[in-house]
T-cell receptor, first 110, second 116 residues
Framework: DQQVKQNSPSLSVQEGRISILNCDYT??????FLWYKKYPAEGPTFLIS?????DKNEDGRFTVFLNKSAKHLSLHIVPSQPGDSAVYFC?????????FGTGTRLKVLA | NAGVTQTPKFQVLKTGQSMTLQCAQD?????MSWYRQDPGMGLRLIHY???????DQGEVPNGYNVSRSTTEDFPLRLLSAAPSQTSVYFC???????????????FGSGTQLSVL
């Protein structure tokens, strides 16, 4: 029973264009959502988060959108850069447990 | 600041052997957790702890034991390793916002474990 789903295993985008990564969740008790970026042979690093009281949060080139009624969140990266090539995980939590999705491998083509 | 430190970075075990993966954090975080990463499976929660003496199971706890005797350390024990436990293991920690709420997770760099 996968509570957090990332249905696109991979995504390729041209440098300078927008990257949109999607994430769906099923547990309505989740109220805090996070995105992590992971390079090979390193631990995941925090990118951006959003609380359920908001529907959008921005940090530089990164924006996360939350649609609570659809139980859907997305990460927009504008403009995409080759250094953004990595695996992106979304995560959700209510209390105590952070549940992660399966990840989306983003490749930004120069 | 060291953050979250995991040792060893690599380990090869034979089926049936036991070992302990070490995790230490120097941020005085109450919350610590262990994940395993497998291809196509993402990061799956094994066990977590909300403070010294308090641990609980995650999504995939079978075959793993944990204890939390200090705020800083949260070791993960494999009592009898199996090939299915071949994975990359990550430790993570976070600080409390009160009332069972925690902030973002800080991850260690991982331990790559192979069980033959």
């Amino acid at each position: 029973d996968q509570q957090v789903k990332q249905n696109s295993p991979s995504l390729s985008v041209q440098e300078g264009r927008i990257s949109i990564l999607n994430c769906d969740y099923t547990n309505s008790m989740f109220d805090y959502f996070l995105w992590y970026k992971k390079y090979p042979a390193e631990g995941p690093t925090f990118l951006i988060s959003i609380s359920s009281i908001k529907d959008k949060n921005e940090d530089g080139r990164f924006t996360v959108f939350l649609n609570k009624s659809a139980k859907h969140l997305s990460l927009h990266i504008v403009p995409s850069q080759p250094g953004d090539s990595a695996v992106y995980f979304c995560a959700a939590t209510g209390t105590y447990k952070y549940i992660f999705g399966t990840g989306t491998r983003l490749k930004v083509l120069a | 600041n060291a953050g979250v430190t995991q040792t060893p970075k690599f380990q090869v075990l034979k089926t049936g052997q036991s070992m302990t993966l070490q995790c230490a954090q120097d941020m005085n975080h109450e919350y610590m957790s262990w994940y395993r990463q497998d291809p196509g499976m993402g990061l799956r929660l094994i066990h977590y702890s909300v403070g010294a003496g308090i641990t609980d199971q995650g999504e995939v706890p079978n075959g793993y034991n944990v204890s939390r005797s200090t705020t800083e350390d949260f070791p993960l024990r494999l009592l009898s390793a199996a090939p299915s436990q071949t994975s990359v293991y990550f430790c993570a920690s976070s600080y409390s916002l009160g009332q069972g709420r925690y902030e973002k997770l800080f991850f260690g760099s991982g331990t790559q474990l192979s069980v033959l």
